[in-house]
């Protein structure tokens, strides 16, 4: 964060090789496994500037920016939760505010869950898998003008996957909130999200949940 008593905030991020921000867990039992792997925001740029003055929050990515969860839980009952509150948030407040992210390399935030119900003396009982994930905010909050400007040129990808396996009764939920959120708010002047997209882009969730189990035998 970047808080500017008297003039101007400016932050200016690069990244030209590797940025990687993860959290694991993993949980294995006879009985009940639970793993829960959060990240509740990963990259954070702020920038405050005084009233008539220019705050702006800059973010160039050149290489790879790995942002990612996963949760994994085996036992009679396996429960896995894997959370990304917000892998980015860039906030700028000032006379005139500005955010600007730029991608030309490889940005994949990720949460991963996956949740197993062990069959063996004693039958599985449950597996419950949660994936979310919240992409990239961009919050512009100015008096005279506000501006939010996001290009990617490569690649881009918000996914939550979750997997839940085993014999037993079986969930998975995967939720992807927001791959780009921008929001704008000028008092006296003009507001506005700029959006260019020329590579690939993509926001995927997916929830698969099987069991193993074979039906009852049929009454008679």
Not at 50 to 59: C, H, K, L, N
């Amino acid at each position: 964060m970047v808080a500017a008593a008297n003039g101007d905030a400016f932050i200016a991020a690069t990244n030209a090789g590797g940025l990687a921000v993860n959290a694991v867990a993993h949980a294995d039992a006879e009985t009940f496994a639970n793993a829960n792997a959060l990240i509740v925001q990963a990259i954070r740029d702020v920038a405050v500037a005084t009233a008539g003055a220019i705050a702006s929050a800059a973010f160039t990515n050149a290489g790879t920016l790995d942002v990612g969860a996963l949760a994994s839980a085996s036992g009679k009952s396996g429960h896995a939760v894997a959370t990304i509150g917000t892998a980015m948030d860039q906030i700028a407040v000032g006379g005139t505010a500005v955010n600007n992210f730029a991608n030309s390399g490889t940005v994949s935030f990720h949460a991963t869950a996956n949740a197993h119900g062990v069959d063996d003396i004693v039958p599985a009982v449950l597996a419950v898998a949660s994936a979310s994930v919240d992409g990239l905010h961009q919050t512009a909050v100015g008096t005279t003008a506000a501006t939010n400007n996001y290009s990617n040129a490569a690649t881009f990808s918000v996914v939550a996957s979750a997997n839940a396996t085993g014999a037993a009764v079986n969930h998975a939920y995967a939720t992807v909130s927001d791959v780009v959120n921008q929001q704008a708010v000028a008092n006296a002047g003009d507001a506005t999200n700029n959006l260019t997209n020329t590579g690939s882009l993509v926001g995927l969730a997916t929830a698969n949940a099987t069991a193993a189990r074979p039906p009852l035998p049929s009454r008679m």
